[in-house]
């Protein structure tokens, strides 16, 4: 069964700070995909990027960066010169052909000023 | 482009009364899913339509639980009687799925607040 682990519970850093935040997945299906959505405190989820199994680039988008890794089973974000607007929970997700998503407990991360 | 709409935003009932929530997915999107989130599980998904059939219902907590999506742009889920155990948030997600699964990108209402005392 598909399975997606978040060890960090949560997170403080000091704003300008890179912080990384971790996401192991376990599947059997060679094709699946990886999420990660961003939680402010307002509450609503918001998506930040869709990766699927064949493609093992990383991914850039301003301060995030996405490292994935199939070796080791992992889908790593890394916020890097943190603000404090990034304090949120980040949640990975897994989705399997035809299976829904299963989502990680998440992080809290905050970043102080 | 309107996202998922999501109403009312805040709910409180007392127990033993019907509680519905609606939701609006976005436009072109023919996947709906429902899920609760709650301090202690979690985000958990009760049930997810695809072209307005019910594809998987396994997480719905019990028969107090219903959702129906009667078209392409709307769903209900109804919890009847509540108790103070169904206190959570509830959100609705959409997706453009080809498939009855949910590779597709899941976009995300901003929750129904639920307060059952």
């Known amino acids: 069964a598909q399975k997606v682990t978040q060890a960090q519970t949560e997170i403080s850093v000091v704003e300008k700070e890179d912080v990384t935040l971790d996401c192991v997945y376990e599947t059997r299906d060679t094709t699946y995909y990886l999420f990660w959505y961003k939680q402010p405190p307002s509450g609503e989820l918001v998506f930040l990027i869709r990766r699927n199994s064949f493609d093992e680039q990383n991914e850039i988008s301003g301060r995030y960066s996405w490292n994935f890794q199939k070796s080791t089973s992992s889908f790593n974000f890394t916020i890097t010169a943190s603000q404090v607007v990034d304090s949120a929970v980040y949640f990975c997700?897994?989705?399997?052909?035809?299976?829904?998503?299963?989502f990680g407990k998440g992080t809290r991360l905050s970043v102080i000023a | 482009d309107a996202g998922v709409i999501q109403s009312p935003r805040h709910e409180v009932t007392e127990m033993g009364q019907e509680v519905t929530l609606r939701c609006k997915p976005i436009s072109g999107h023919n996947s709906l899913f429902w899920y609760r989130q709650t301090m202690m599980r979690g985000l958990e998904l009760l049930i997810y339509f695809n072209n307005n059939v019910p594809i998987d219902d396994s997480g719905m907590p019990e028969d107090r639980f219903s959702a129906k999506m009667p078209n392409a742009s709307f769903s209900t889920l109804k919890i009847q009687p509540s108790e103070p155990r169904d206190s959570a948030v509830y959100f609705c997600a959409s997706s453009f799925g080809q498939t009855s699964g949910s590779t597709d990108t899941q976009y995300f209402g901003p929750g129904t607040r639920l307060t059952v005392l």
């Open positions: 997700a897994l989705s399997e052909a035809d299976t829904p998503l299963v």
